[in-house]
T-cell receptor, first 115, second 114 residues
């Protein structure tokens, strides 16, 4: 069964606007970690932000923030003030406890930032 | 900076050929992973290794094998390549650590099997 669901295959956003990328997950572990990665057209995966299941506050890293709603099992990524360089594929991933560090990835969301 | 390198960016092989994809990391990471990436499916784990000579199957191991003879190197082997193995292959590595431990990825190998 799919553990990570990203329902938006693609999105267009105008430069300087904010965009929210949806991610829902499924786990019965009380302890888990959620990651967001960016993949530009060059192909390399770039780590953006991390949220732990026990973290009291939503994670933030510069223009990236995570809207973490534990009861709803959602971990949406918010990119504020979009830039042309934000055009990329974005992946949500989850790591469960005792998983040898394995990540489960969603299908990804393609973001295109327009001038 | 952590560096994960993969032997080729692009590779074209024929059906039935034996294919080796090599991955090397330079940060003494215990864990190494091989994923394949296909449109609409995201990244799926093929195999991973948590120590030298140790390997575990991921979600889609069929048609693949791996080798880890040295800590820094993790090889993915396609014993007899088939057209349905045409894909992007990504290698990653990480320390053994808490949930916060991120994986570092290589640039990927785009494999085409004709």
């Amino acid at each position: 069964a799919q553990k990570i669901t990203q329902t938006q295959p693609g999105m267009f956003v105008q430069e300087k606007e904010a965009v929210t990328l949806d991610c829902t997950y499924d786990t019965s572990d009380p302890s888990y970690g959620l990651f967001w990665y960016k993949q530009p057209s060059s192909g390399e995966m770039i780590f953006l932000i991390y949220q732990g299941s026990y973290d009291q506050q939503n994670a933030t890293e510069g223009r990236y923030s995570l809207n973490f709603q534990k009861a709803r099992k959602s971990a949406n990524l918010v990119i504020s003030a979009s830039q042309l360089g934000d055009s990329a594929m974005y992946f949500c991933a989850m790591r469960e406890v005792d998983s040898w560090g394995k990540l489960q990835f969603g299908a990804g969301t393609q973001v295109v930032v327009t001038p | 900076d952590v560096k994960v390198t993969q032997s080729s960016r692009y590779l074209v092989k024929r059906t039935g050929e034996k294919v080796f994809l090599e991955c090397v990391q330079d940060m003494d990471h215990e864990n190494m992973f091989w994923y394949r990436q296909d449109p609409g499916l995201g990244l799926r784990l093929i195999y991973f290794s948590y120590d030298v000579k140790m390997k575990e199957k991921g979600d889609i191991p069929e048609g693949y094998s791996v080798s880890r003879e040295k800590k820094e190197r993790f090889s993915l082997i396609l014993e007899s390549a088939s057209t349905n193995q045409t894909s992007m292959y990504l290698c990653a590595s990480s320390l053994s650590g808490p949930l916060t431990t991120e994986q570092f990825f290589g640039p990927g190998t785009r494999l085409t099997v004709l």
